[in-house]
Structures are given as C-alpha cells and as structure tokens.
C-alpha cells in the first residue's frame, strides 16, 4: 500500500468581506470535491487549537513529530534544506548577505537583492574560528546558512539584524546560558567575515557597477539541529517528498526523507505542476509515502491577492486527476490557513480529506473549510495524520493484545 | 445513580468492500438505535487517533486509565484474570506447555492443545529458585501464568518461545538494564521445570497413549504489575465487571472492581447472554457501575466472518432490552475496531452512545461507525468515558470554585 500526502501551503482561508466565502469555497473545484465525496473528511488543527504555525513547525507536526519538543528555530531545517550534512547538536543560522558603511551602518539588508552569493561562499569557507567547526552555504539571492560544530554551542543568542537601514548594525549577545561561546564565535566570524568580503573581486565588481557590494553577514533563525527519529522506523513507511520550499525539503531530510528534484518548480503560483507530478509518480516508485508540498497557495495569501489565490486553487485542481491513481491512498490537506485578508498565518484549523480503501466514507461532498467540518474526522491534530494513514496502510503495531 | 457500561469487544468495522456498509450498519439494531437516538452520540478513539489497541490497553483506557504509563505487557492482566494474587512490581509472564524432544528441539508449541494442566500445576508450584518467588497457574487448556516476586525483577527478558517446531528452544537473554535476574531465574525455574515435567506421570500417560507430553514451558509478554488507583477511589465508583475473557476480568481486577461469574459465557457468538445479563443484573445491585464485555463480535472478526458478526451483532441486539432498565445510565460502545476484511485490531475511532438522565441528546438515530460521527459528543478519547459518565451521575468533583 502507497500513500500520496498533498499538502498546499496556506491553502486554507477565512470568509472575505467582500464574497463571505473563502478563496476555496469560491473556486470551481470539481476534482477536490470528487475526493471529498469519496473519501473521509474532518478539520485538522495543524500544531494545536489557537497555535499559528510556521510552514516548518507544521510540516514537522504533519509528519508526526512534534514541534515544541523538536524545533527551536529555523535555521536547522533552513540548512538541512540547502543540503548541508548536519549532525545532532549542530545549531544552524539563516543568514542574509548585506550592505554596511564604514562605519558598520546598515544600508542594504538584502545587498540589493544579490543575484548570487556562491562565489562569496568560497571566500568565507576558508575562515576559521577557535571553538567550534563552521559550515557556510549559500543558498538563493541574498540568503545563506550557518552552521556551528563543537561543544558547549547554543542556539540562545541574539541576532545582528537591526531590521532597519542607517543604524549600526548589532553585536551578537549571549540571551540564554551557554550562549556566550557562541556569541563570541559567531562575533568573531562575521568581523573575519566582513573584512573577507570588503576585499572580494567579486564586491569591488559590484562597487564599480554601483551596486551594494555584499559585504556584512547578517545572522537570526538560531536553533538546534534536532534528531528526529526517521520516518520509516516510526511508521514502517518509506518515506520521500517533492516540494519547492527549501524549508520543507530541510524538514523531510531531517526526517531521513528521499527529496525529490524538479528543476522548473517554484514557490510561486507559476510552478510546474506537470513535471512535479511526474517526479511525485518516480518517487513513489521507491516509496510509501510521498509528501507532495506546494507553495504557491501561500505566496499569494501573503500578498494579498484573493483573485490569483481562486485561480491558482482552480488550476491546481484541473490537474488533480493526474495525481489520482498514483498511489491507494490520497490525502489533500493545507500546513496552515493564510487568510488573504490577513496576509500571515493564522492557527484556524485546515480541511482534510483521505481517500482510500477502507475508510468510513462520509457524506462531505465538498471540499472546504466549513463542508469539511462535518465530515467522519471530526477535528484531529496535525500529529495525528500519519498514525491514522499508516494504520489504514496496515502499518500499526497493536499496543497490547 | 448506577451505570451499565456495555463494551462490545471488537465490534466496530470498516465498510466492506462488497457492502459499503460496515457490519453495525448492516445489520438490522432497531435497539442499538433506539438508544442512539435517546442518548447522546459521539466517536471514541480507545487509546487515541493512529493507536491500534489491543483489548488489554483498550479497557485500561476505557476504565480511566493511561496505557502508556500502566501498560507493559500482557502477563499482569492474564495472571490477574487467572485470579492471582498480585501485588505491584510482580513481574508476570504467559506460559505455553509446550513439547520438547530430549534434545530440547520444540515439537509442538502447545503439547497438544493440551486439555488441562491442573495437575502439573501442583507439580510446578514445588520449584523454589534462589532470588525470586515463583507463583505458577494453569489457566486454560495449554495456557498457564507465572509470576516472579523480589526484588531486582524486570519484564525486559527475551521469551525462549521460538515460535516455529524442529528448532532448538531459546534461553531466555536480559532486553534491558535489570532484566539480568529474571533471566538467570527464569532460565532455572524453566530447566527445573523441565525435569519435573519429564517425570511426570501425567507426562508418561501422555506418551503412553501417544501424545505429546507436555514437557517444557515457553514464557513470553512479561510484564510489571502496575498500581493502578482502584476505581472507587479514582471516581467514586464502585465498580464490577461481567467479562468471559479472562484478560478483561484481570485489567478489571487489577482496577478493583469486583468480577462477575458466569460458567456458561464464552468468548465466542455461543455465549450465554441470558446468563451473562442476570449476572450483571445482580452486580449491579451492589455496585455503581458494572462493565459488561463481550467477545463474540472481536472473535468472528479475526476469523474475517462478516455474516457472522452481522448475526451476532443481531443476537446481541435482540437482548438488549433485558439491559435497559438495569441502570440510571447505560453506555453502548466498543473497545476497539476489528474490521473483517484485516481481521486485526485497527486504530479507526468506535462508536458510543451515552443513555441516561441529563444526556445532551442529539440528532443522531441510529447506531453506527458513522452516524455517531455526527453525535453531540464529537470526538472523545477512551479515557474520557468514565470521567464523562461520572460527572452525569453526579460523581465529579469541582475543580477550583
């Protein structure tokens, strides 16, 4: 037995003012109401009642784990994301490239939106601070990870980020015990780090052009790689995932996941859902499970924009059917409900629907936030998705005799 | 006020491929329903959502307990359903008489389905082993229990049962820190035994008419005796069972209630309701609740037989006004699902109704894995029943002011 997990990042909305019908209430979604119709519906709560998760702490919770015991920032699955061979313990940093004066006043926090920083990397890979091993990576544009290898390290410090221009720039301070080494490794790096960059070919290329030359590291996300038990010993399951957020790639393979690759997707609305479709098909080939995570749902919500949420919502649903079949189970769900009235996440609870042999079938015809709520599930926990597919898969253990 | 707590061992389904109806739907329960629609309804995970129970940690959980925290292996809830005088840190295990040949390789896991071992019982009871105290019964036909007392004591031992005939038996090896002990007494008590066994006139009238003698005995599902708080003090409750599954009437036991007996009731769909029904009549008389389970329905389940259950479900329908009336309160529900067509216990939730005075009746009108879905309780947890029953019967106490 196989099962897809369809998970559509800040699928999941409020009532807007202006239609009192959610983005999904308001799409044209014959296929997405097929499942309903088929399958058994309810309302998950994707950490817990009234927690407004992140898309790493609802992924994690999702697969099983449980959040508040395993995360303690983002940086660790931002890092396992970029590909970064980490190790229990390690604490992780998301990091930004940035531009500063000469007197460490911040101008840019972004460095003009940086292209790429890889042959920046290079440079900042050959720094060496006492106390702990440093892994540098960067990733897309502007951004980067941090990682930090040793004894006594701590994701309890402070950032450098004063997240705004034309004020200095921070020092990193120790906000917890055990924080100090960590602060001070962290300040040691980033002085290395700047006077590096002030000298890079590729920054004085940039000043010419009359470009922020990315020459300040900027360091927030701290937290400590978690060892998560792998998915197949938890569940006897398989497990692999296609999905453009390097954020929940970073959750799968922290989970010990196969992540899957499809060069033309994005985390937009423009994604290429055919060739993620197919790489979804190869995956199960050597899978039980496959999570299959979109972005673009949530993009949109963030920005706003309830027409383009319907439209990306109706065009994901035509080509729902090419993802029928694929495995004996079907799960379509959200991480989290992004109202696009709001513009963030909020903790409402999200639809669920799982299709499949020998589930109690309900008379939910629709997929919504409102029809789904009165489906068999009833309200369930994020948590709790994966214990009730894998017992549906056969794959429970019996707790006692 | 009283209460009748009926659980139906194994009783909940998942549609049939052939039906689309489970068997509680199928089957017509013109008093299952009536109930339904008098009562409050609801869904009941045993344990919780994902945990696929056995009938042990179901009841446990049923009773107001935590599995996870009382529950470490089968051998305390047979030994105390034998009757054994348990006390908390015993450390009890399930025994098979077993054949052996003189090179110690098994012949037969069950000597035969030996009819009775009472007399080598008596035989047994004779062994003393340095470090522990050994209480040895014979249950039913080649089933017997031991339970070792002292100090140092572990269930964490490999079992010596190698599961398959024409290889050599096991020893029995420590699992976990303190199981050192056990192992080295059980693994004498086991060589002690098979001396005596070998001897045994009842062995060599066994050979004699060319039966497997039962001469070794295979030990496995170790487990600590929990203490567990006795019903009455937990909900003010004085409690009584009426179970022929011997494991049922130990969880029972071990909670102190008192346990009912009735020498015509099985285990199978030939039960005696009318017995079983006068004798929860009568404990009932000097008790606040009694729980009543039956195991027809769990046992034609395994046996994958859905005409059956549906049959028995229909039997058991018929009866079931002889149980209205007995109580203030009567709560219908089962203990786990076992569908059929896996012929396991599964991890989907279980119907329940709660009849009585007071009860938020709901819409609901008929007895089902689906139409309580739609019940007025929503979705509960097993170890929610009774603190909800004796809250309507007037038994909770204010927590705060």
């Keep these: 037995m196989k099962a897809l ?24 979604t014959p296929n997405m109401d097929e499942l309903a119709a088929e399958g058994i519906c309810g309302m998950m709560d994707p950490i817990a009642p009234g927690i407004a ?23 660790p699955f931002e890092a396992a994301g970029a590909g970064l061979p980490l190790r229990k313990g390690d604490v992780a940093f998301r990091v930004n490239f940035a531009t500063v004066d000469e007197n460490l006043f911040l101008r840019d926090r972004r460095a003009g939106r940086l292209r790429d920083g890889g042959e920046l990397e290079k440079l900042l890979r050959g720094i060496k601070v006492k106390g702990a091993e440093i892994l540098f990576r960067s990733t897309s544009s502007h951004r980067a990870v941090l990682v930090l290898r040793g004894e006594g390290l701590s994701y309890e410090v402070s950032s450098n980020d004063p997240h705004r221009t034309g004020v200095k720039v921070e020092g990193i301070r120790p906000l917890g015990a055990g924080g100090g080494k960590t602060a001070r490794v962290l300040n040691e ?19 010419r052009q009359g470009l922020p030359p990315a020459n300040y590291l900027l360091v927030r996300g701290g937290g400590t790689v978690p060892s998560l038990e792998p998915l197949e010993k938890k569940f006897s399951l398989r497990g692999a995932c296609v999905a ?3 954020l929940v790639r970073g959750v799968c393979r922290l989970a010990g996941m196969r992540v899957g690759e499809v060069p033309t997707s994005t985390t937009g609305v ?3 859902l055919r060739a993620e479709g197919e790489e979804v098909r190869k995956m199960l080939e050597e899978s039980d499970l496959v999570l299959y995570s979109l972005k673009g749902f949530d993009e949109v919500s963030h920005d706003g924009q309830a027409a383009r ?19 004996d189970f079907l799960v379509l769900t959200a991480d989290h409900t992004t109202p696009v009235e709001v513009r963030e996440h909020t903790a409402d609870p999200v639809p669920v629907v799982v299709v499949g042999p020998g589930v109690r079938r309900d008379e939910v015809k629709s997929f919504g936030e409102r029809s789904c709520a009165k489906g068999g599930l009833g309200r369930i926990r994020g948590r709790e998705l994966l214990p009730i597919l894998a017992d549906l898969m056969g794959k429970s253990r019996k707790f006692g005799a």
Tied chains: 1, 2.
């Design 309 to 327: 949420k319907v439209e990306f919502i109706e065009r994901f649903d035509e080509h729902l059917p090419l993802l029928r079949g694929l495995a």
């Design 5 to 28: 997990v369809v998970v559509c990042d800040g699928l999941a909305d409020r009532p807007l003012k202006e239609w009192g019908l959610t983005p999904l209430e308001k799409a044209e």
């Design 53 to 75: 998760p992140g898309s790493d702490t609802a992924h994690l919770s999702l697969l099983g784990y449980d959040p508040f015991e395993v995360y303690s920032g983002r940086g």
């Design 189 to 207: 790096f980033i002085e290395r780090a700047h006077e590096v960059l002030e000298r890079a070919p590729f920054n004085l290329r940039r000043k």
């Design 270 to 272: 423009d994604t290429d």
């Design 244 to 246: 453009a957020a390097a």
